[in-house]
């Protein structure tokens, strides 16, 4: 598979020379995307730990590493997504510090959007796991001299009320956990882009030549 | 220095002169002493040394609060993620209780034996207990359907007893049923989280002004008891002398119309467990037994009766697996906790008159501290012997809102305060907090009062609470207690109402028992840890204090709690973990009195009971070992809590985690075997204290290290248990046997909250 290796020319809004198409960042693209999978991942499986169900919540450092270098890719896209937007609407350019804290906003963003979608694609899968074993459950309490004598017509009693508070609990741990991936998005890109002196773009210029 | 300490100054460079290799745009830092770093640089080098500095100061911060919690490890990091974003995801609070403002004033109440009935009057009762066909149990006006599988007169009893049988039991009958407690004569204070005065409520919930200085009186509390009583009765029991009770189940009838509150089981079912009894499964009072087998139920509905036999016989008919404490209390499925706060508890201590080495006379055997008194009912009492039951509550506060799980148990009740019940015992279990009380409690009163004598006494402790863990020591204090609250105390703090500031050990404990009976020597501690369920058996000697000095009439000794447990979930702080120097809370007062005639003879070092054998090939059943780990199961509801990944199913026995041979056997053991069980705390920041029905055990490592080679270094180890108190992510290997019945029993956390919420398997014990 070949990945595009360019990204979609600026407009011509800019008023300085017409850009060149731009080459893709790799390094930049990488390591945000790393960054941003990593911490989401944290989140997520913080999330499956307070909230999910056990067969997701054993060894949560092993799922941690595994669960975040599956989503690399993702982020990977957001991240790219994140940078062609910044071109286009900025400059191509993402040097000067208006545009870089607007471009790894951007970038917080998008990958806030993904990190969002996993929690709630987990949150779902978690109850998807739960539902079975509270069903299990409730059935288990039940004999043939124990009818179910919580589960009354009409009401949202015994089973009904458990998977609703289940899914309530995995609902509000998905809400505060997004809430936790957008500010630890802004940090972990803020720090990134720290980390690679204040630019988005490719890496360093080749030197001009010294004048004689 | 300043010369040294560059001061930056930020220049922008105009894109026309930026030094080769920079970009248009780049900002210079430069140093005046005339150094020049780019901006690139400076960020590089700003953010890698801010994520050093972050990443450290993270570390010293959370790093001791996580190894305290068992948490410091990669999967505990998350752990302890998880509980904190849970925190926010449940809603849990509690009240705060009312301050009982003069502590330390009620005698502590000390049962006497119960006593049996009589001969005549039993053979008046319509269904007869005995040995027969549908004996074990009456479910409705046409009789049983259990019999007991082994009567007093069983082959197995002669075989282990010189052929000799034992005699038939003695009987009592329990009633369970509704009645009123009050846990102090002290008028209390309405206080919130603050600390602060607040109001107090009415029977009818209208708020009531309260005076600081006089506070109000606190309304009594609705209990299930044992015949009516909270704690219920003391059956002193004797080895070679089986005890069969009736307990027979009036919860249904509410004569007073008290109101029963939210909590309790609804159904008005119960199932008694004498823990931890060798017992037949049908007396045992367990869940995986009665849902399949007896009532087919949860539990004894009302208008039925169970004789649960006691036969007072040592497992495999061995001295050495005799015990000295056990305690009965309710085990009906999903309602233990409820049923146990509500007030199902009962003291069995249990003596052995073989030899006269333990039977209540000091002047016999073991010559441990006890003066006996025979009764003309065949019951007698010891004095000098004195079982200490430990309970933490909660009262409701009038204003804080009810809600649970279980609020639907209760239709009307939940998500509303109650302002009613003020004053009253308040039971809302949480998966994030679990339950603990704020106020503790010793056989049923509130910082009551001990009057001893200047001699030794033999004291056995139970924490009979749902999930606290206490620390005790024996403390004294020139300036008394001080409430928390009068020390600016708040929230988590006000746990326990009460305060020795300048307390200071004075005595230390002579421990000879634990949850398995008689250890094998007697051992000075300085204090120890009492677990949900567990008990401890000391000798106090109150002539003389540690140093040496004699004890004076009138000198006060505190029984002080120095572990403090915001919650359900583990200590924040005890001796063994970051000790909090102020957290001493008194507990009960003991006032020395008069001198006493004392024919005890116990000392540090006696030889009491040894050990039975561990075999000398036992790593050879390493293999094939059976493994269970619990585990926080997070579904928010009925299951959140699991063992192997599953909840409790009373249908069948569990299944192992695959062992090292690659198995994964059920639960079940031919009887008469002995096998390894692994018991793991999968992690999460819990402890558990895990509790295994039927047989004592042994622990022969705990956290991969063989403890059977050298000095143990926790104190569980130097005895037989009941009860394996597993620490954060620790894991024990333990030894026991499966003797003389068959049949289905199980095993579980007993912090109540777990245990009632699925943290429990079955297993069996098979032909």
Redesign the interface.
């Known amino acids: 598979m070949t990945l595009s290796s360019t990204l979609p020319a600026p407009t011509a809004v800019d008023a300085g020379p017409r850009p060149r198409r731009g080459r893709i960042p790799w390094p930049t693209v990488l390591l945000l995307a790393a960054l941003l999978a990593f911490a989401d991942g ?1 989140w997520l ?11 997701r ?5 092993a799922a ?1 590493l595994r669960d975040s270098a599956l989503s690399l890719p993702l982020f990977a896209l957001a991240v790219l997504a994140a940078l062609a937007v910044a071109r286009r609407r900025l400059r191509p ?1 993402l ?2 510090p208006r545009r870089v804290v607007a471009t790894a906003l951007l970038v917080a963003a998008a990958g806030s959007l993904v990190g969002t979608a996993e929690l709630v694609a987990s949150a779902a899968y978690d109850y998807a796991l ?1 539902v079975p ?2 069903e ?3 059935a ?2 039940i ?4 009818p179910a ?2 589960d009354r017509p009409g009401q949202c ?2 089973l009904c ?3 609703r ?2 899914l ?3 609902e ?2 998905a809400r ?2 997004a809430a936790g991936v957008l500010v630890t998005n802004v940090v972990v890109v803020g ?9 988005l773009d490719d890496g ?2 080749r ?2 030549p ?1 004048p004689a | 220095m300043s010369t040294s300490t560059p001061t930056p100054r930020s220049v922008t460079a105009p894109d026309a002169t930026a030094p080769a290799g920079e970009a248009p745009g780049e900002e210079l830092v430069v140093a005046s002493r005339g150094g020049v770093v780019s901006r690139r640089n400076f960020l590089r080098v700003g953010a890698a040394g801010g994520g050093l500095v972050a990443f450290y100061a993270a570390r010293s911060v959370l790093a001791p609060t996580l190894q305290q919690r068992g948490l410091l490890s990669p999967d505990g990091v998350f752990g302890a993620a998880s509980t904190a974003l849970a925190d926010g995801v449940y809603t849990e609070v509690f009240p705060t209780s009312p301050l009982i403002m003069n502590p330390f004033n009620d005698p502590l109440p000390i049962p006497k034996a119960a006593r049996p009935v009589a001969t005549a009057e039993v053979g008046a009762w319509k269904f007869q207990p005995g040995p027969g066909a549908g004996q074990q149990n009456v479910l409705s006006s046409s009789g049983g359907n259990e019999r007991h599988q082994c009567w007093s007169n069983d082959d197995r009893i002669k075989a282990s007893n010189g052929g000799v049988a034992y005699p038939d039991p003695i009987v009592y009958k329990f009633d369970v049923k509704v009645a009123q407690h009050t846990f102090t004569s002290s008028a209390v204070l309405p206080i919130n989280s603050s600390g602060q005065v607040t109001r107090a409520f009415d029977t009818k919930g209208n708020p009531v002004t309260v005076d600081p200085a006089k506070g109000v009186a606190l309304p009594p509390s609705t209990i299930y008891g044992f015949n009516g009583t909270f704690p219920g009765p003391r059956i002193n029991a004797e080895y070679g002398k089986p005890v069969l009770i009736r307990f027979e189940n009036h919860l249904d009838e509410n004569p007073l119309n008290l109101d029963r509150q939210d909590f309790g089981t609804k159904d008005f079912s119960f199932l008694t467990h004498l823990h931890n009894g060798h017992t037949a499964p049908e007396s045992d009072g367990n869940p995986h037994y009665s849902m399949r087998n007896g009532p087919k139920y949860q539990g004894y509905r009302p208008g039925q009766s169970v004789d649960n036999l006691y036969l007072n016989w040592p497992a495999g008919g061995d001295d050495r697996e005799k015990q000295s404490f056990f305690w009965f209390h309710d085990h009906r499925m999903d309602q233990t906790g409820s049923n146990v706060y509500k007030g199902l508890v009962g003291l069995y201590p249990i003596y052995d008159p073989k030899n006269g080495t333990d039977m209540g006379d000091e002047t016999k055997g073991l010559r441990l501290p006890g003066v006996r008194t025979d009764n003309s009912d065949g019951s007698f009492d010891v004095e000098y012997d004195i079982p200490l039951a430990l309970y933490d509550c909660r009262l409701d506060d009038g204003v804080t809102t009810h809600h649970d799980i279980h609020d639907a148990d209760f239709p009307g009740t939940g998500n509303k305060a109650h302002p009613e019940w003020w004053g009253k015992t308040f039971f809302k279990h949480f998966p994030n907090h679990g339950f603990v009380g704020d106020i503790f409690t010793v056989n049923g009163a509130a910082y009551p009062t001990l009057e001893v004598k200047r001699r030794k006494y033999r004291l056995r402790f139970l924490d009979a609470s749902i999930a606290r863990i206490y620390e005790l020591k024996l403390m004294s204090s020139t300036q008394g207690p001080k409430s928390a609250m009068s020390l600016g105390m708040k929230d988590d703090d006000l746990h326990g109402q009460w305060r020795i500031p300048d307390g200071q050990q004075c005595m230390k404990w002579l421990q000879v028992a634990s949850d398995g009976g008689l250890v094998p020597f007697a051992f000075t501690r300085d204090s120890f840890e009492l677990w949900p369920a567990k008990r401890r058996e000391f000798v106090v000697d109150f002539t003389r204090y540690q140093d040496g000095s004699p004890t004076k009439k009138g000198d006060v000794i505190y029984l002080t709690n120095v572990m403090k447990m915001p919650n359900g979930r583990m200590w924040s702080n005890s001796s063994r973990f970051s000790p909090d120097p102020a957290y001493k809370v008194p507990i009960m007062k003991i006032v020395i009195g008069d001198d006493a005639p004392d024919n005890s003879n116990i000392y540090e070092g006696k030889p009491l009971r040894s050990m039975p054998p561990l075999p000398g090939n036992w790593k050879t059943l390493m293999d094939n070992r059976l493994i269970f780990e619990v585990q926080r199961g997070s579904a928010g509801g009925e299951t959140e809590w699991l063992i192997n990944g599953k909840p409790f199913d009373p249908s069948g026995p569990e299944t192992s985690l695959k062992n090292p041979a690659g198995k994964s056997p059920l639960a079940q053991q031919k009887m008469g075997s002995f096998n390894l069980w692994e018991i793991r705390n999968g992690g999460g920041g819990w402890v558990h204290p895990f509790h295994l029905h039927m047989e004592e055990h042994r622990v022969v490592m705990r956290n991969g290290r063989d403890v059977t080679l050298s000095s143990p270094g926790h104190p569980d180890d130097l005895s037989r248990e009941d009860l394996v108190a597993l620490d954060p992510s620790e894991s024990t290997i333990i030894y026991r046997g499966f003797r003389d019945f068959t049949g289905p029993y199980v095993a579980h956390c007993h912090n109540l909250a777990h245990e009632d919420h699925a943290m429990m398997f079955g297993w069996e014990i098979t032909p």
Do not use: C, K
């Open positions: 944290f499986t913080t999330t499956q730990g307070a909230v999910g169900a056990i067969e919540a054993q060894s949560p450092f941690w350019e040097r000067r739960q074993q509270l299990a459950m409730h288990a309490h004999t043939a001299s124990s004598e919580v009693t015994g009320d458990q998977e508070l289940t309530a609990a995995d509000r741990a505060y956990a720090w990134g882009v720290a980390l690679l002196g204040g630019r360093p210029r030197r001009s010294r």
